[in-house]
């Protein structure tokens, strides 16, 4: 008779919690930055998100995805590894991120 060990390939829980960030009560005056992966057209999506937002919250300020490079493709490491500072250097609070397709 052969005995066979099992292992689980779902390995074992590991608990990580993490602080939850604050959500704002508006969004009014505060800097949005947009990502895009360049996979629907950026340009029309973002263009009526931000019209969308500037009705209900006109002191928003926006960060174009242009600024940041994509976040798919050839250099998505070098962006997505550049993206911290960009986001500070540009002072936004919230990130708009994967917003058609």
Same mark, same amino acid.
């Given at each position: 008779?052969? /005995?066979?060990?099992?292992?689980?390939?779902?390995? $074992?829980?590991?608990?990580?919690?993490?602080?939850?960030?604050?959500? #704002?009560?508006?969004?009014?005056?505060?800097?949005?930055?947009?990502?895009?992966?360049?996979?629907?057209?950026? %340009?029309?999506?973002?263009?009526?998100? %931000?019209?969308?937002?500037?009705? $209900?919250?006109?002191? /928003?300020?926006?960060?174009?995805?242009?600024?940041?490079?994509?976040?798919?493709?050839? $250099?998505?490491? %070098?962006? /997505?590894?550049?993206? #911290?500072?960009?986001?500070?250097?540009? %002072?936004?609070?919230?990130?708009?991120?994967?917003?058609?397709?």
């Amino acid at each position: 008779m052969s /005995i066979h060990a099992v292992v689980s390939p779902l390995g $074992r829980r590991a608990l990580r919690r993490k602080a939850r960030v604050t959500r #704002p009560q508006s969004l009014d005056g505060l800097t949005i930055g947009e990502l895009s992966n360049h996979k629907f057209d950026s %340009e029309f999506t973002f263009g009526v998100i %931000e019209k969308a937002l500037l009705k $209900r919250f006109p002191n /928003i300020r926006f960060v174009s995805h242009r600024e940041f490079g994509d976040t798919y493709g050839a $250099r998505e490491s %070098e962006v /997505i590894t550049a993206l #911290p500072a960009k986001l500070e250097s540009f %002072e936004c609070d919230l990130v708009i991120s994967g917003n058609a397709g």
